[in-house]
């Protein structure tokens, strides 16, 4: 496996532990549709989140939340309604669309930044 794809594998395995130690259940990870991949779909309370996982190994070039635009928002959008569609879950859920920033510097802890809401 390419180093970016085990740093972005590790990101989304911290996070979805980050995740479940907040208390939310992960419902699925890494679903795929031919629009594309959520990292992690999860149950806070009775809200729905779909959570980006973005990976990093510094902040070079900028902080990893800053890589999810209008674009990339647009399409977890697109992707949200697939997985509602492929999955109708009971009642009307609120949904929420989170972030999870994980930074992983050789030699030091990773961090991890939670955004709530972010988009």
């Keep these: 496996m390419r180093p970016s794809m085990q740093l972005g594998k590790d990101g989304e395995d911290l996070a979805a532990r980050h995740l479940v130690d907040a208390g939310m259940e992960v419902l699925d990870r890494n679903w795929r549709c031919r629009e594309g ?3 992690i779909v999860a149950r806070d309370g009775d809200a729905l989140v779909f959570v980006e996982v973005k990976a990093r190994s510094g902040t070079a070039f900028g902080e990893p939340a800053e890589a999810v635009g209008r674009v990339k928002a647009r399409r977890i959008h697109v992707l949200a309604c697939r997985w509602l569609a492929e999955h109708r879950p009971t009642g009307s859920p609120e949904l929420r669309f989170d972030v999870v920033s ?8 990773p961090e991890i930044v939670h955004l709530r809401g972010a988009f």
């Design 37 to 39: 991949e959520l990292d």
């Design 102 to 109: 994980v930074v992983r510097r050789r030699g030091f802890a």
